[in-house]
């Protein structure tokens, strides 16, 4: 494994972060296909013994279930000061907002539920998910520098937002003296790369850090179309939602990692990595089996040449937004979330 900085922080994660949107109690969210917490620890163990550091979950995850797993696994089989644990906070619910909960003392709640919910007393790395159109940013901004000051995060990054929200936000808090977003992690990968018309210059000139998630585009960068169908890849309706209208000029794409991966005598999943650790920090890869883990381990020791890396990037074609990101705008926030950190149903997140 290679480690780096995470962007303007003291942080040093390996190459690979490990998503956690799979761990959980799959009665209690919005995905069918997550696994339960014995291949949870499996996967985590195999992770750190691949030197693996890098952790990210959510609250969001499984209504916290996905914390409690990763939780009780990095106790058991890590030191604490040895990994970088990242977790998310939803935005103020309807109901909170009708109640007077501040953005300040929603973000308070939110951490100790997942403090909770981690059997941690901090987090390394606090990510505001999406942004909330019903709270004021100075808010925002404001309640994490609280939590920052009172131990509970190491840093904050952010989700699912436009390059211009994040230097907004990094302006207002650099004005009020606020810790600042070291890190973005939006949607990109080879098939999806939207992020470099100004998330990517943005953050290479602020040394902010990309974690990307959906690194392998819910699997379809890690296999053939119509080859190997999983659970997930029958039943997560957000993936198809996001990949499905575009997924002709994205085979063509895909024809060429497989290509590539053929030549080089390695998996699909190295190649689609590889390119994508040449642009960002540590991209976010899943994983609910082994090899998923173990693939992406790999990837960071294969190189490609400048030809090959221009090669899987020259079919690519602009996409129209999709998912969370298609939904970043103000009417949005009334019409398409519902939140909870209970076991009512949660809002599409990743």
């Known amino acids: 494994m290679k480690y780096t900085k995470l962007g303007n922080s003291d942080l040093n994660v390996s190459r690979i972060c490990m998503g956690c949107m799979g761990f959980g109690d799959s009665g209690r969210g919005q995905h069918s296909w997550t696994i339960d917490e014995e291949h949870t620890r499996e996967i985590i163990r195999r992770g750190l013994d691949l030197g693996v550091n890098f952790y990210d979950t959510a609250i969001a995850y499984q209504s916290g279930t996905s914390e409690q797993y990763v939780g009780r696994a990095l106790r058991d089989f890590a030191k604490r000061e040895d990994v970088v644990v990242a977790t998310k906070f939803l935005p103020r619910t309807q109901d909170e907002i009708e109640h007077g909960i501040s953005g300040q003392q929603h973000i308070e709640n939110m951490i100790n539920t997942s403090l909770q919910n981690l059997g941690m007393d901090h987090v390394d790395l606090y990510i505001y998910h999406m942004w909330d159109w019903q709270t004021p940013i100075y808010d925002i901004m404001d309640g994490l520098n609280r939590i920052v000051k009172a131990g509970k995060a190491r840093y904050i990054g952010i989700s699912n937002c436009f390059a211009w929200q994040i230097a907004k936000a990094n302006a207002l808090a650099e004005k009020e003296g606020f810790a600042k977003f070291v890190s973005i992690q939006g949607h990109y990968n080879l098939i999806f790369r939207e992020e470099e018309r100004e998330m990517v210059p943005y953050c290479n000139e602020e040394n902010i850090a990309l974690t990307p998630y959906s690194a392998l585009a819910a699997g379809r960068l890690s296999r053939l179309p119509g080859e190997g169908g999983t659970k997930r890849a029958e039943e997560d309706a957000y993936a198809k939602f996001k990949y499905d209208a575009t997924a002709d000029q994205d085979n063509v794409i895909i024809g060429r990692v497989a290509e590539l991966a053929q030549k080089h005598g390695v998996s699909m999943?190295?190649?689609?990595?590889?390119?994508?650790?040449?642009?960002?920090?540590?991209?976010?890869?899943?994983?609910?089996?082994?090899?998923?883990?173990?693939?992406?381990?790999?990837?960071?020791?294969?190189?490609?040449?400048?030809?090959?890396?221009?090669?899987?990037?020259?079919?690519?074609?602009?996409?129209?937004?999709?998912?969370?990101?298609?939904?970043?705008?103000?009417?949005?926030?009334?019409?398409?979330?519902?939140?909870?950190?209970?076991?009512?149903?949660?809002?599409?997140?990743?």
Not at 294 to 320: C, F, Q, S
Not at 336 to 347: E, N
């Open 269 to 350: 999943t190295e190649v689609s990595l590889a390119w994508l650790l040449t642009k960002v920090t540590s991209p976010v890869v899943g994983a609910t089996k082994l090899h998923h883990i173990e693939g992406a381990a790999k990837a960071v020791d294969l190189a490609l040449t400048p030809e090959e890396l221009i090669y899987l990037e020259e079919p690519y074609v602009p996409h129209p937004l999709a998912g969370v990101m298609a939904q970043n705008k103000p009417a949005a926030a009334k019409e398409k979330h519902v939140w909870s950190t209970g076991d009512q149903k949660i809002g599409e997140v990743h």
